[in-house]
């Protein structure tokens, strides 16, 4: 081993001059600082991070199926999806041709019976049950409940009237009731979500 001159000091006295190949005892501190910054920011996103990702019951409710079989011409039913209220309407020949007839040009919020609905049930309406102006849930999917105007829904809070295509046609509405992404699981078995 070297022995210690002035040109050569222990490495004690360079540990205590801050100097020891190059890296600082003030640099260990504040690399010991970041890295426990590090675990400690991370063990705070950890439960950040599991909060955020859906719990079981969540997902569970992410998708609702229903069994359409039952729902004759003219009647309509009412699920929860969500926690939030879904009309499930079977049209009636009458009510496919008075949504057939609009002029979508006419429209607040164009769309046609076909974009609403999916090939091959074209007579099923899916639409969450929710009013677009603040919220409401319309009339019309009850028995016995008054449609509005257009023979759809009807919300009773400020007016708004929607078509047998579920789109708005008078009142403050600014949208049709909103169709949730759904598919036939077979003839008669929808999932919504
Ligand atoms: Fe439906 Fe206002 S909430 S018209």
């Known amino acids: 081993m070297a022995e210690a001159t002035i040109d050569n000091p222990p490495v004690e006295k360079r540990v205590a001059d801050g100097e020891d190949g190059g890296v600082r005892r003030r640099d260990f501190i504040e690399i010991a600082a970041v890295s426990f910054g590090g675990v400690g920011a991370l063990s705070v996103l950890y439960p950040l991070i599991s909060q955020m990702a859906p719990s079981k019951d969540v997902l569970a409710e992410s998708s609702t199926e229903l069994d359409v079989s039952a729902i004759q011409p003219g009647q309509a039913v009412k699920a929860v999806f969500r926690k939030q209220p879904l009309f499930v309407r079977r049209l009636t ?3 496919i041709a008075e949504a057939n007839a609009v002029d979508i040009g006419s429209l607040r919020d164009p769309a046609t019976l076909e ?3 999916k090939e091959g049930h074209e007579d099923m309406l899916i639409t969450m049950g929710v009013c677009t102006h603040l919220g409401c ?6 028995e016995g409940e008054v449609k509005g105007e257009f023979g759809g829904y009807f919300c009773p809070c400020h007016g708004s009237h929607y078509d047998t295509a579920a789109r708005i046609r008078k009142g403050p509405a600014p949208l049709n009731l909103q169709v949730p992404e759904y598919e036939f699981t077979s003839d008669t078995t ?4």
Do not use: D, F, M, S
Request: proline share 12%.
């Open 93 to 95: 020949p009458k009510e």
């Open 115 to 117: 974009e609403r609905t």
């Open 137 to 142: 849930v319309p009339l019309g999917a009850g």
């Open 190 to 193: 929808v999932k919504v979500g």
